[in-house]
């Protein structure tokens, strides 16, 4: 009884480091491929914004002045 209760002591712990590994990899990969899709859509974000600004933003913004005086 008591060889058996070491046995799964001895086990569980091994189990926990392997999911602790492979969830701290995810979490640094998932890290870093968020940083790299961040810098990498931020300026993509930017210009689309701009060009919503340049294009039908003027407009909205004329109308929202309008609406407001």
Not at 12 to 26: E, G, I, Q, W
Not at 48 to 59: E, T
Request: with cysteine.
């Amino acid at each position: 009884m008591e060889k058996v209760g070491g046995g799964s002591r001895s086990h569980v712990p091994r189990h926990s480091n392997m999911a602790a590994h492979t969830l701290a990899k995810l979490a640094w990969s998932g890290l870093i491929i968020e940083i790299v899709f961040g810098w990498m859509l931020v300026p993509l974000f930017f210009m689309i914004l701009c060009r919503f600004s340049i294009g039908s933003g003027s407009d909205l913004i004329k109308k929202l002045s309008l609406k407001r005086y």
